[in-house]
């Protein structure tokens, strides 16, 4: 599905898919649009299925993790274990490397008046399983697509969703299809079978199967994503360079989703994405310090894609890409992320996100 001001392009050397922008003030105007999911009803009879056991509510034993503080750990010092594939070549000193990379660094144009935009994204976060465990830190309403609410939930007690053929139980009560698990509070949590997610969650039941869907905004997802494709303690500067990698790779694909109901997964097969259990202090600031930033190619966002190493980047990207053990390195080095930015995807410029009025 794809929006209908949203055009597709492919360029090389930098990128097999883009999405389309309006430069302006130095920065990006990308238009959205609405999402809407219809469900049609039929008259046909369906055959009588047996009904499923009724699986016993569990406690949620998982406690609802404490959200860190951005920065607040970004002094740990990076490992020493890590190497790039195929190492950089040393130059005589980091003083030297820094000055010499000087030029190569991409430029920031002047931030907006505007502050960046919230943008919202979809990601599966179950497929295709018969039921899920899912909760709340705080008090959270289940409701329909018509927004009437379905049920409550209270704090740390947990609900098993089940799938029935074309419809949903929740415990012992039957469901629409399509439901949305809202919490109340805006610090709110969702738990879905092991994780908690910020947002809500969408559940959709079909064919005797659920899909969990967390709805969130795109800075909020990417405190995550850092952290589930870096480690946390590595350099800032490196951080730095995987959330704006990781903000425009998503933007890519929320122009061209994986699916009607979702942009994108959460394994590596898009972006790797594990909810508030890989946030700390330093992915935060990662992404803070870089809110609405992206990799740009001709007045459009670039797919910018990477991979654990050099040797992982030339056997699936053909070479084009940021391998993140090498912007690991850099960082170590003393490069800030637009010089590692600039290294791993030449011809390519930074802009500020906007959305057009």
């Known amino acids: 599905m794809f929006c209908p001001q949203s055009k597709i392009f492919g360029f090389s050397p930098i990128s097999r898919a883009v999405l389309l922008l309006t430069i302006s003030l130095g920065g990006l105007i990308v238009s959205g649009c609405d999402r809407q999911i219809t469900v049609q009803s039929t008259s046909r009879v369906q055959p009588v299925r047996p009904s499923p056991p009724v ?67 979809r990601v599966a976060i179950a497929q295709q399983s018969p039921y899920l465990v899912i909760g709340s830190s705080t008090p959270a309403t289940v409701v329909d697509q018509q927004g009437q609410a379905v049920k409550q939930l209270v704090p740390s007690a947990a609900e098993n969703f089940m799938a029935q053929g074309g419809q949903l139980r929740i415990g012992a009560q039957s469901a629409p299809n399509v439901v949305w698990i809202k919490p109340e509070s805006a610090t709110g949590l969702v738990y879905v079978s092991g994780r908690w997610y910020r947002g809500a969650v969408q559940v959709v039941a079909n064919n005797g199967k659920l899909t969990g869907v967390n709805h969130l905004d795109m800075e909020s997802y990417l405190y995550s994503v850092v952290g589930s494709e870096m480690p946390a303690s590595w350099p800032l500067e490196a951080l730095k360079s995987q959330a704006i990698a990781a903000r425009s790779y998503a933007l890519a694909h929320i122009a061209r989703p994986a699916n009607p109901l979702f942009d994108l997964g959460d394994t590596q097969r898009w972006q790797a994405y594990k909810g508030i259990e890989t946030e700390t202090g330093s992915t935060l600031a990662a992404v803070e310090e870089t809110a609405g930033i992206v990799l740009s190619h001709n007045g459009a966002v670039v797919e910018s894609l990477y991979a654990a190493s050099d040797q992982i980047v030339r056997e699936v990207h053909k070479g084009f890409g940021m391998s993140q053990n090498g912007a690991n390195q850099l960082a170590q080095r003393q490069y800030n992320y637009q010089q590692i930015l600039a290294h791993f995807y030449p011809g390519t410029r930074l802009a500020w996100l906007q959305f057009s009025s």
């Open 55 to 121: 699986i016993p509510a569990p406690e949620l034993t998982t406690l609802v993790p404490t959200q860190p503080t951005p920065g607040s750990d970004i002094q740990r010092p990076a490992p020493t274990k890590t190497k790039p594939a195929v190492p950089f070549s040393k130059p005589t000193s980091q003083a030297s490397s820094y000055q010499a990379t000087q030029a190569e660094a991409l430029a920031l144009p002047p931030k907006p008046d505007q502050d960046s935009p919230r943008v919202p994204i």
